[in-house]
Nanobody, 126 residues
């Protein structure tokens, strides 16, 4: 079973930047496509970004495209989410997740993901 631990959340002013990290316990980390999701109070958990096993394929939600960048370091079992030009509407708990099924591409559907971290809070003040 993969254990995922997110870090890097916090409070930032609108227009600022944060970089989230997700550390995975699994030695076969490169066998998982990875996703970042977020959930605001009273809302569904939605995809933010995803990256394929080999990092050749990425996906971004329309709301973050051009502002956020997902990347991974398979040698270090880490996946990152660089968030720039943050907006108050980006405020949410951010989760990383591992998908063991998507061999080549990525999935934007949370039901596709098998393992989840505990989440890290991101708060953007106006």
């Amino acid at each position: 079973q993969v254990q995922l631990v997110e870090s890097g959340g916090g409070l930032v002013q609108a227009g600022g930047s944060l970089r989230l990290s997700c550390a995975a316990s699994e030695r076969t980390f490169s066998s998982y496509a990875m996703g970042w999701f977020r959930q605001a109070p009273g809302k569904e958990r939605d995809i933010v970004a995803a990256i394929s096993r080999s990092d050749y394929i990425t996906y971004y939600a329309d709301s973050v495209s051009g502002r956020f960048t997902v990347s991974r370091d398979n040698a270090k079992n880490l996946v990152y989410l660089q968030m720039n030009s943050l907006k108050p509407e980006d405020t949410a708990v951010y989760y990383c997740a591992a998908d063991r099924t998507s061999a080549v591409g990525v999935s934007k559907y949370k039901d596709q993901y098998d393992y989840w971290g505990q989440g890290t809070q991101v708060t953007v003040s106006s």
